[in-house]
């Protein structure tokens, strides 16, 4: 987990917004700073800080990057400074 | 089945007999006993009308029909639209028109709209919208069916005056 | 993924015709094959046992009598479903409302079911089975639900979301709150507040087709499922969890669908034929009545609404908040939570709160229905919109405008919006041809505004060129309305062949990899993207052959309209070869061409539309008439436009069917009163006008032609329009819907009434 860190020279720290239930699980936080480059990497870090989140995480969960909303793709990469908010997964008729 | 009764009818033009339970709906002998799965069961209460079928040239809910009642009588069902291998012209106006989405009321309205056409081959759009009200759709709004409805009587009128 | 998938602005060829749907002669000649319209040899008849009672506690259930009845090869109760959920509480759900488990919780809960060699047999062996109830105190209504002296219908539902854990169950499952700003603030700075509360009742999806299966489970595990459904790998995964089968020797077939508009998205009797397929040992048939439909499949929560929106007397909104109340039926939904995220979508306010209530009770499951969720939160917003606008003088559409959301604006659940199309289809409500006819007295006109995400999600497809240039594209995604046009041009369109070149055919489960459900609007929005990118593949294996062909290295290669062209020194001479020809040696070049692709189609574009309606009340009977109705809504790109008008008709009509006739009516003894079509009126064609339509194509950045979903936002707007159609023809504000005749009626009477007090004091 340190290594992918060390991997990258920046710091790549990213605010992370919370909405509907997920603030909750974060002891009521509205937005959390947390370092990652993907997806899947800003999930695991959650999941070790906030085991309250779990929960959430498992019932699914979307990410939105920049504006543009991710149900599935972990492996997406956060440019830095991007405008990231966690949302639940929503569904459709 | 021991109260089964043997029913000789024509679908189509042809000649089909089977042994009908006496509680049987000829929507379900249509469709187990004559192989006419284009008689569709929407709701089995007669207010869908996908089952629609012609008895005697009269239009019916087949699900509102014993099967009994068949008896030596004549159905039509959307089988016997096509003839000659040829689409009539409502199946073509249907699909040119985009008048259908899922497809499964589609039968039923297309059964309802000759009936209308065999007896009004001039309807106004409210004339259409009033004889297709006894038909279900859920998918189109009715708008597309309507338009091919109306196309279809203009072209059978002006293939009449040639 | 190697594939770009944002938007190129290419010019198009094919995309943007109306060709006529591939599946059209199968449809209007009854060839087309539905859920109840496969046969497998030594087919059984199934057929459920129902519920009753709307909370009952099932004390025995004997089949002794069914099972000796000749005839009769299987019965099952939850005791042939044992729980393998394993802690997942979605499946356990999904298992518990598919038969019940020691407690009925709705009219209409599954208890038992049989199998027998034909329908007059199976119906005399439910009458056989005996069933004991006890009668538990029963709630069907939202607001009663969440009342402190309601009857708790779950032990474990322990109200989730809120800062405390609640100590005691309720039947409050969960608390949703969106929003950003200081709304405090936001309300001290407006000059005029409107507050209003506003109720919709349950309706139902209403597909014409009833749910139906074929199901056959060998003894070995081996089991084929043909349904009706808009996800046949998730009915696949589901099942298979369900019975404790493996994924793979599960092999689900979706059959044309007879409509499904969110409610062919979950299991409901399809575990039960494969249970029973799996006792008797032979293939079982499932079909179910319009009644069980009615009473426990897929409808949509029934709310309560309370809105609250400040203004400027500049037309500035300061500040909105939602408190939505949503119930989901007898088990845990995201159904408030959803309209918490939708509710005020269509407008750029920077102080909001949306606070959700997600309520069980005693009714069916609450499915998807077109938008989930949406249009009853539109419904109290647009209407309250009107309000206000009028509070300060001014004109409704303006006021929206004034407020619009756009690239930038903050949507309710977080992001920043990229381009959207709110603006542009207010901008042409204005402008269009309707808003300028004349309206007689007593008529009425109403604009109101939708929003839905729509979804991308889980997507593969299998292309293959035959050898004579002709082209099968197999898809994961159901067709629901025309989708096999729609991909067969995206196809050709990258291909460079004609439309009728392609075939498209929807694949089964164990032809194909994973698809997510055809939901959220995406089948062409994702299985698009992915024929887009499988075509580029097969284009790149089209040009490899073509190098061996001509003998030149493959990058001196180009594809161009359909063509295979060598560029460079000395290739001059050198022919062009069609796909056709290239196809035609594919067996001496290397052996069949094909082209893949799997993908997660993210980054869906959302959909936002704005309805106009006319229409007259009569003020004798309170019947409402719809005189004219346009539907603007932006696409991204239409693929084909008579489908894309398809949807926006479709789901017009269904919003119209929900704001003046659609609903559940429960008596006071818990059960539904009208679970059939003449008594839950869906609109006929007598009931409606032609509806116009209005396709606006704002590019969605993140798909490679633009395309945003299409299906489900303009269910969105009509309850609000309708609405807001029948205040400017009577006066009268309707504050709940459906407005049928009789609420309307009531709602003049009681206006008359207080206008003869106000005269007379």
Redesign the interface.
């Known amino acids: 987990m340190h290594s992918t860190r060390q991997r990258n020279t920046k710091n790549r720290s990213v605010q992370v917004s919370l909405n509907g239930a997920l603030r909750s699980g974060a002891g009521g936080a509205a937005s959390i700073d947390i370092e990652a480059a993907t997806i899947a990497e800003l999930l695991t870090k959650l999941a070790e800080r906030y085991p309250d989140m779990s929960t959430h995480l498992e019932k699914g969960i979307a990410v939105a990057i920049n504006g543009t909303v991710y149900r599935d793709d972990w492996t997406q990469k956060i440019p830095q400074g991007a405008e990231v908010f966690l949302m639940p997964r929503i569904e459709g008729g | ?1 021991s109260d089964a009764v043997l029913v000789s009818t024509k679908v189509n033009g042809d000649v089909v007999e089977f042994a009908c ?1 006496t ?2 709906v000829l929507m ?1 002998s249509l ?1 187990d006993r004559a192989g ?10 007669g ?2 009308g ?1 089952c629609s079928v012609t008895l005697d040239g009269q239009l019916v809910c087949s699900c509102l029909v014993l099967g009994v009642e068949a008896n030596g009588r004549e159905i039509g ?3 016997g ?2 003839e000659d291998g040829k ?1 009539h012209p409502l ?1 073509e106006k ?3 028109h ?1 008048a ?8 039923g309205f ?1 059964v309802a709209a000759k009936a209308l056409l065999d007896n009004n081959a001039n309807p106004t759009e ?1 004339e ?3 004889a ?16 091919a409805v109306q196309a279809t009587a203009k072209d059978l009128r002006k293939s009449k005056k040639r | 993924m190697a594939h770009d998938n944002s938007y190129t602005g290419q010019k198009f060829e094919v995309v943007g015709n ?1 060709f ?2 591939p ?12 859920g ?2 496969a046969n497998a040899p030594g087919q059984l008849v199934g057929l459920v046992l129902r519920s009753p009672h709307a909370h009952a506690k099932i004390k025995k259930i004997d089949t002794s009598k069914a099972e000796k009845l000749p005839g009769v090869k299987a019965v099952i109760t939850s005791d042939d479903l044992p729980d393998l959920t394993g802690g997942n509480a979605g499946n356990a759900h999904i298992l518990e409302n598919c038969m019940a488990r020691g407690r009925a919780l709705y009219d209409g809960h599954a208890v038992a079911a049989v199998a027998a060699v ?3 047999t199976a119906r005399q062996a439910l009458k056989l089975i005996k069933v004991s109830y006890q009668k538990l105190p029963h709630v069907t209504d939202v607001d009663e639900a969440m009342a402190p002296d309601a009857p708790v219908i779950h032990d474990w539902c322990f109200t989730a979301g809120l800062e405390e854990k609640p100590t005691k169950p309720s039947n409050i499952a969960n608390r949703t709150q969106m929003g950003h700003g200081d709304v405090d603030a936001g309300f001290a700075a407006a000059d005029v507040i409107i507050e209003k509360s506003y109720k919709t009742e349950q309706t139902h ?6 749910h139906a299966c074929l199901a056959s489970v060998n003894p070995d595990g081996t089991s084929e499922l043909w349904v009706t459904t808009q996800g046949p790998f998730s009915y696949r995964s589901v099942c298979a969890a369900l019975l404790g089968l493996d994924i793979a020797k599960l092999k689900v077939t979706s059959s ?6 969110g409610g062919k998205t979950h299991v409901w009797t399809e575990p039960l034929a494969l249970a029973l397929s799996r006792k008797a040992n032979r293939p079982v048939k499932l ?1 179910m ?2 009644d069980e439909v009615f009473r426990a499949t897929g409808p949509t929560a029934s709310t309560s609404v309370d809105v609250k929106i400040g203004a400027t007397r500049k037309g500035k909104i300061t500040a909105a908040t939602l408190e939505l109340r949503y119930q989901g039926g007898a088990f845990p939904g995201p159904w408030a939570m959803l309209a918490c995220m939708t509710g005020f979508a269509c407008y750029n306010i920077e102080n909001q709160r949306s606070v959700g209530w997600d309520v069980i009770v005693n009714r069916p499951k609450v499915a998807a229905y077109r938008a989930p969720s949406a249009p009853m939160a539109a419904y109290a917003v647009e209407s309250t919109m009107d309000l206000v606008a009028d509070a300060i003088g001014m004109d409704a559409v303006d006021f929206r405008l004034k407020n619009v959301a756009k690239e930038g604006t903050q949507a309710p659940y977080g992001p920043i919006y990229g381009p959207i199309g709110i603006e542009a289809a207010l901008k042409a409500v204005k402008k269009h041809p309707h808003m300028k006819s004349r309206l007689k007295k007593g008529q009425g006109r109403g604009v109101a505004c939708g929003f839905w995400f729509n979804i991308g999600g889980q997507t593969c497809v299998d292309l293959n060129i035959g050898t004579d240039g002709t082209v099968n594209l197999a898809v994961g995604t159901v067709d ?3 989708a096999r046009s729609s991909l067969a041009m995206i196809a050709a369109e990258e291909l460079g062949v004609g439309y009728d070149d392609v075939k498209v055919h929807v694949a089964d489960t164990s032809s194909l990899g994973h698809n997510d459900t055809t939901e959220g609007s995406r089948g062409t929005f994702s299985s698009g993207m992915a024929a887009i990118f499988a075509a580029r593949d097969a284009i790149e294996v089209l040009k490899g052959r073509a190098a061996k062909m001509l003998d030149v290295p493959v990058e001196d290669i180009v594809w161009e309209h359909g063509e295979a062209r060598a560029t460079g020194k000395g290739h001059g001479n050198l022919p062009k070869l069609s796909l056709k020809e290239i196809a035609a040696k594919s067996p001496n070049t290397g052996g069949p061409i094909a082209g893949h692709n799997e993908v997660v189609a993210d980054g869906a574009g959302m959909g936002f539309a704005a309805h106009i309606c006319d229409l007259e009340v009569d003020q004798e009977t309170g019947h409402t008439e719809i005189l004219r109705y346009t539907v603007v809504q932006d696409a991204g790109k239409a693929i084909n436009p ?2 894309v ?2 949807q926006f ?2 789901a ?3 919003g119209i069917g929900w704001a003046l006739n659609e609903e559940y009516i429960y008596g006071k003894d818990g059960r539904l009163q009208n679970p ?3 008594d839950y009126r ?7 006008p ?2 116009d339509t209005k396709i606006l194509e704002i590019p969605n950045p993140t798909h490679p032609y633009g395309i945003r979903g299409v299906g489900e936002t303009s269910i969105v707007p009509p309850l609000g329009a309708i609405g807001n159609a029948i205040a400017n023809a009577t006066g009268v504000r309707m504050n709940h819907v459906p407005m049928s005749p009789v609420r309307v009626l009531d709602a003049l009477d009681q206006a008359a009434q207080y206008e003869e007090q106000v005269s007379a004091g």
């Open positions: 089945m339970p509680d049987e379900d469709r006419m799965n284009g008689v569709k069961e929407g709701c089995g209460t207010d869908c996908a069902t959307v089988e639209l096509t689409l199946q249907f699909i040119e985009a259908l989405q899922c497809g499964i009321c589609t039968p297309l409210t259409i919208r009033y297709l009200a006894g038909n279900l759709c859920r998918c189109t709004g009715y708008d597309k069916i309507v338009r | 109306r006529l749907r599946d059209g002669i199968d449809k209007v000649t009854g060839k087309a094959r539905y109840a319209d034909d329908r007059q999806q209403g597909y014409i087709e009833p044309e669908i007879g409509g499904g508009f079909v009545t319009r629901v309305g025309g008579d489908y008008e398809g008709q479709g017009a009509a269904q059939g079509f003449l869906i609109p006929v064609c007598s009931d409606l032609f509806i």
